[in-house]
């Protein structure tokens, strides 16, 4: 099964509306976990981490908590705006995984003024 | 500070070709990493390189994928005898360190392959 699931999308938004893209995965131990952007003609880049349960990992008004009781790490803001339009990914590094990262499938995000 | 670069952006190549990507990650990271990412899907890990270790190549999807990389400097990873299969974008990443900590792993901006 895949080891990192998210939201499918693409998710559609109007300006200043509240963001959640799901992430949920599968590990034994405990991996780090971490959300990337890939921007419109740009490269991938790490938007926000956590390093064990319980930890917030925040960025730019994006925020993702560790909750190992559910095995998620659900990216949230609060406003949105037409420059978060991108890519995001959620992905895992460490525990039975090692070093690689492992991504999501990843969600496109379209705010709309 | 130079960021990863990678070359060429893009590449068409025909079917049954070789092509040779290269990638050269930020100066003094002494872990290097390559990934595929095919239309509509997440990122799928290839092959690692960490210093003078053997590299990780569980990744790697067939024997016609293979990658080199000398000592802490550039990585090319070559595609023998291309198929259709292989249209992706190829994105090399690096990093501090390889190690169980959570160094971030910068990304270049990728080379589009397609292959016809």
């Known amino acids: 099964g895949n080891s990192v699931t998210q939201m499918e999308g693409p998710v559609t938004l109007s300006e200043e509306a509240f963001l959640t893209i799901n992430c949920t995965y599968t590990?034994?131990?405990?991996?780090?976990l971490f959300w990337y952007v890939q921007y419109p003609g740009e490269g991938l880049q790490l938007l926000l981490k956590?390093?064990?349960?319980?930890d917030k990992g925040s960025n730019k008004g994006f925020e993702a908590t560790y909750r190992k009781e559910t095995t998620s790490f659900h990216l949230e803001k609060g406003s949105v705006q037409v420059s978060d339009s991108a890519v995001y990914f959620c992905?895992?590094?460490?525990?039975?995984?090692?070093?690689?990262?492992?991504f999501g499938a990843g969600t496109i995000l379209r705010v709309k003024s | 500070g130079a960021g990863v670069s990678q070359s060429p952006s893009n590449k068409v190549t025909e079917k049954g070709k070789d092509v040779e990507l290269r990638c050269d990650p930020i100066?003094?990271?002494?872990?290097l990493y390559w990934y595929r990412q095919r239309l509509g899907q997440g990122l799928e890990f290839l092959i690692y390189?960490?210093?003078?270790?053997?590299?990780?190549k569980s990744g790697l999807p067939s024997d016609r994928f293979s990658a080199e990389r000398t000592g802490e400097s550039v990585s090319t990873l070559t595609i023998q005898r291309t198929q259709q299969e292989d249209s992706a974008v190829y994105l090399c990443?690096?990093?501090?360190?390889?190690?169980?900590?959570?160094?971030?792993?910068?990304f270049g901006p990728g080379t589009r392959l397609t292959v016809t």
């Open positions: 990443a690096s990093s501090l360190d390889m190690g169980q900590g959570s160094y971030e792993q910068y």
């Open positions: 956590a390093t064990k349960a319980d």
């Open positions: 992905a895992l590094k460490g525990g039975e995984y090692g070093n690689k990262l492992v």
């Open positions: 390189f960490q210093g003078n270790s053997a590299p990780d």
């Open positions: 590990a034994t131990g405990y991996p780090s």
């Open positions: 100066s003094g990271h002494t872990a």
